[in-house]
């Protein structure tokens, strides 16, 4: 052998060898990287479902889902009533918080004697 090939092979061994490390190294990056939490980029999902709303010129609140259904059914909290919860950046009419909204098809109809 001369010294030229023994060369080029010691540098394919370490090309190789250098390729294996960064290859661990962006692995334990992107591992790190999926791990970590930034505040304010999600709402962790153990959080109750709660929700806000005007009532009377104030604010109401912590509620449960099935609790605005119970106040939507007594016309406590109508299509004007202002609301918010975790995760929306200002308060809103309820008509436009398709968030709380659906609450109003959970609602039972009005019973009428």
Do not use: C, H
Not at 6 to 32: H, K, P
Not at 67 to 72: A, D, T
Not at 77 to 101: C, F, H, R
């Amino acid at each position: 052998m001369d010294n030229d090939s023994f060369f080029t092979i010691d540098r394919l061994v370490e090309f190789g060898m250098s390729l294996a490390v960064s290859q661990q190294m962006i692995q334990m990056m992107n591992q790190s990287m999926q791990s970590m939490y930034v505040p304010g980029t999600t709402m962790p999902a153990s959080l109750p479902n709660i929700i806000y709303a005007v009532i009377d010129g104030e604010s109401v609140g912590p509620m449960t889902e099935a609790e605005v259904i119970r106040l939507i059914s007594n016309k406590q909290i109508t299509k004007d009533t202002y609301v918010w919860k975790p995760g929306m950046e200002n308060w809103q009419k309820m008509e436009s918080a398709p968030e709380v909204l659906k609450l109003v098809l959970l609602a039972p109809p009005m019973f009428n004697k």
